[in-house]
């Protein structure tokens, strides 16, 4: 009888594996999208049939499928929101590449390896992402700049003269977005040594 019980903690434990609970760690949203998908789907059979089944589950009970089902679809909600972001930054960073000027970005951080990028054309719709952005990320910090694509690179130029840790951050966040664009940091933004 324990067998069943098993397989479903197993299940939980894989699918919690591949789908860390912070947002910002996903770094494979079609591998996380699957995963969830094949747990909901496993919990919905398991959810029908369980009357039939229940004596099988010795430490799981109706309640808790139906808890773990609503954790899923919580976490669908939260995948469809990351995939809604990328799809966003991909198609600004393709104007970013076609656009004869600079356009305004922000990069929201938290320590140095989660983030969110938002660049737009217009600075109010960044600052507002940005904003957005922040509360999502507790604890973050918003740094500002424009970016070009310039020389077969996206160019980052910040306000602040951030230098690195941000670059590795920056390939990251474009790559997660399905692009295919070095990064690069502007030369003030490189070093702190003056030209």
């Known amino acids: 009888m324990a067998r069943a ?9 894989a699918w919690r594996k591949i789908c860390p609970e912070d947002p910002t760690d ?6 996380t999208q699957a995963a969830t998908d094949k747990i909901e789907r496993e919990l919905m059979t398991l959810k029908v049939q369980f009357r039939r089944k229940a004596d099988e589950y010795e430490e799981f ?3 808790d499928v139906a808890a ?6 919580a976490y ?11 799809t966003e930054l991909k198609k600004w960073l393709a104007k970013v590449r076609s656009s004869p000027s600079a356009l305004p970005f922000a990069l929201v951080v938290k320590g140095n390896d989660k ?4 660049v737009f054309k217009q600075e109010n719709r960044v600052d507002r992402s940005a904003r ?4 999502d990320i507790t604890g973050s910090k918003v740094h500002n700049g424009t970016c070009e694509y310039t020389g077969g690179k996206l160019v980052f130029d910040f306000e602040d003269n951030a230098r690195a840790p941000w670059k590795p951050l920056l390939q990251k966040l474009v790559n997660r977005a399905g692009v295919n664009m ?4 502007a030369r003030n933004s490189e070093s702190d040594e003056p030209s």
Not at 76 to 86: F, H, P, T
């Open 5 to 13: 019980d098993e397989k479903l903690k197993a299940s939980l434990k």
């Open 26 to 31: 996903i770094e494979d949203v079609g591998k």
């Open 61 to 63: 009970s109706a309640d």
């Open 68 to 73: 773990h089902l609503k954790e899923v679809k």
């Open 76 to 86: 669908q909600k939260v995948l469809r929101e990351v995939q809604s972001e990328q």
């Open 115 to 118: 983030g969110s990028l938002h």
């Open 132 to 135: 957005e952005g922040k509360q």
């Open 182 to 185: 070095k990064v690069a940091l």
